[in-house]
């Protein structure tokens, strides 16, 4: 089973696996099935944060694996925009490159450079993200390997272009309207970063495709 924040995490891996089916999933508000070297695949994604993933995973479900994954923003200063971030039970057969290290989660976006060190030092995490410790507590619950495999949207050495923690819904979900109006009362900044940071994710979307096309876990 694969679990992201949003449909689009997923796009490099649909991109690559062909038809995708879709599941009338209860909570999920994104579900497909694919199929993967003969095995089935579920995909789901319900939002950022641990709530959002606690609504998808109430009862349990019979399978043999959780991958959380998804963009995250880079801790260690080593990492580039693509660069795939592994962190979980074993490493898996892949003929790709990744980096294995921790992950940092939780339920906050991490906005600037300096709290971005401040985690690394804290942690010793190399990457951050919302949903992998919350994926990880259903991986236990339900006795199965998880994994977390992230790719890079957003350098160490770079801010975000806003801090979009303001700009959650009660649910945790983000709220696209209002990113939009903080983005036009600064169009001539906000808006080029914004576009930067949709670019970024476009090529971590499109690594992480070519991630999973060339691993067995």
């Not at 979009?164 to 990113?179: E, H, K, Q, T, V």
């Not at 992480?208 to 067995?216: E, K, N, P, S, V």
Request: positive net charge; contains cysteine.
């Amino acid at each position: 089973m694969l679990v992201a924040a949003e449909a689009r995490e997923f796009s490099g891996i649909l991109k690559r696996f062909g038809p995708a089916v879709k599941l009338d999933w209860k909570g999920a508000r994104f579900a497909r099935a694919i199929s993967k070297d003969g095995d089935r695949w579920l995909l789901a994604a319900n939002g950022p944060g641990p709530r959002c993933v606690e609504e998808v995973f109430r009862k349990k479900m019979e399978v043999s694996g959780i991958i959380n994954t998804g963009f995250c923003g880079a801790l260690d200063p080593a990492l580039r925009i693509g660069d795939v971030v592994v962190w979980g039970d074993a490493p898996p057969a892949c003929g790709g490159r990744y980096v294995s290290g921790a992950i940092s989660s939780s339920d906050r976006v991490v906005v600037t450079v300096e709290e971005k060190r401040r985690l690394r030092e804290e942690t010793g995490a190399i990457a951050a993200e919302m949903e992998a410790g919350a994926v990880k507590k259903i991986a236990e619950r339900w006795s199965v390997p998880f994994y977390s495999v992230r790719a890079v949207s957003d350098r160490a050495d770079e801010d975000m272009p806003l801090d979009f923690n303001l700009y959650r819904d009660g649910a945790g979900r983000f709220s696209l309207p209002r990113i939009a109006m903080a983005a036009m009362s600064r169009p001539f900044t906000r808006i080029p970063a914004l576009k930067r940071l949709e670019a970024n994710c476009n090529v971590a979307s499109e690594s992480l495709g070519a991630f999973f096309a060339d691993c067995r876990f």
